[in-house]
């Protein structure tokens, strides 16, 4: 018997009524490509929270990179980002209409093309939760060319899930492994405080299937704390110095996410110190300019389920759009974009691309 089968033995012997809310895009595509809720018992439902940094990435802050695109400015960008949607299509429609967009996968890339280039000025699109914060930072201390600059939509998972305990029905969370490397388990055990069985999980399907398992085992005692079921790549601390050099560049902020409205403390922005290579104080005048026309008054379209499945509120196959007018190739919402949002997960792994 396989490690899968046995867990989802022990899984069916424990199980009852429960909500679980993973918040980290990398699970949902493993649950999505194994079939994981398929297999579990019906009582088990396994909901999608907002983990997929490209889908809560706003329309003002692509409208923000794609104005200094057409300003002249090269914007360097992961491959995913691109093709988000913003008030007036992506980053990618703005490289077809001549403006120079790279896709980089890495922000030492978007350096190389600076160096390369010392005339051009260069900025990299920096999104993403806590596990790619400190590479940014880390770049940053390395004192890059003057020609290089952030344009910074970090986010920060804890205020997230604070911002969603009140506003959803869930019984328990499954951690993201690759931010609890980072952050280690102690910032969520406020969550287990207030009766939220945490588990910090890996990416494997056994390593879901474990995390489920536990979840279920706390239940059953009446037991509410955090557990690392991810000990390989996580510390119970985290990584002491990522977190030293994240807080040396950036300081925490109000941000706003794509469908979940403005969060208190669940940004960053970069530190007075590093103003040089701040692309939103560098360039504030150029923004304001290309972007004071813009309306953002029901901003997502009036159709798109986007905002209720980041807060796993919806499925996709519920919203009008999904597998018809929004495909991976033609995406309205910012869940259909990315290999770790929902709707591409979906339209990917349950037959709806080969139907």
Not at 240 to 254: I, L, S, Y
Request: hydrophobic share 40%; proline share 6%; with cysteine.
């Amino acid at each position: 018997m396989s490690a899968e089968s046995e867990l989802l033995e022990k899984i069916r012997t424990l199980s009852r009524p429960v909500k679980i809310m993973h918040i980290c895009g990398t699970h949902e595509r493993t649950i999505s490509r194994n079939g994981l809720r398929d297999v579990l018992p019906e009582e088990i439902e396994v909901l999608s929270g907002p983990g997929c940094p490209v889908c809560v990435t706003p329309k003002e802050e692509i409208d923000r990179a794609i104005a200094l695109a057409e300003s002249g400015i090269i914007v360097t960008s992961f491959g995913d980002m691109m093709r988000v949607p913003g008030s007036s299509g992506s980053l990618m429609d703005a490289r077809s209409r001549g403006c120079d967009v790279r896709m980089v996968y890495s922000i030492d890339d978007a350096i190389a093309i600076a160096e390369k280039d010392p005339e051009s000025k260069v900025v990299f699109f920096a999104i993403g939760f806590e596990t790619t914060t400190p590479t940014n930072a880390a770049a940053i201390l390395r004192k890059p060319p003057e020609n290089f600059s952030l344009l910074l939509t970090h986010k920060l998972t804890i205020p997230a899930i604070e911002a969603l305990i009140d506003e959803i029905e869930v019984d328990a969370f499954i951690a993201p492994g690759h931010v609890c490397t980072i952050i280690g388990i102690h910032p969520f055990e406020q969550f287990a405080e207030k009766g939220f069985p945490i588990i910090a999980a890996g990416f494997e399907a056994d390593e879901l299937l474990l995390s489920i398992l536990m979840i279920l085992e706390q239940l059953k005692a009446g037991e509410y704390k955090v557990e690392n079921a991810y000990p390989r790549a996580v510390k119970d601390e985290g990584n002491v110095r990522a977190q030293e050099m994240m807080d040396k560049v950036f300081k925490v902020t109000d941000s706003q996410w794509r469908g979940l409205g403005t969060i208190p403390d669940s940004g960053m922005v970069m530190r007075p110190e590093f103003s040089q290579y701040n692309a939103s104080i560098i360039y504030a005048d150029l923004i304001a300019e290309k972007m004071k026309n813009i309306s953002y008054e029901n901003s997502l379209s009036s159709l798109c389920h986007c905002a209720d499945i980041l807060k796993g509120k919806e499925k996709p196959d519920n919203c009008p759009l999904f597998s018809k007018k929004c495909t991976p190739s033609n995406p309205v919402g910012s869940c259909m974009v990315s290999q770790e949002g929902m709707c591409y997960n979906w339209f990917r792994y349950r037959g709806v691309d080969s139907a």
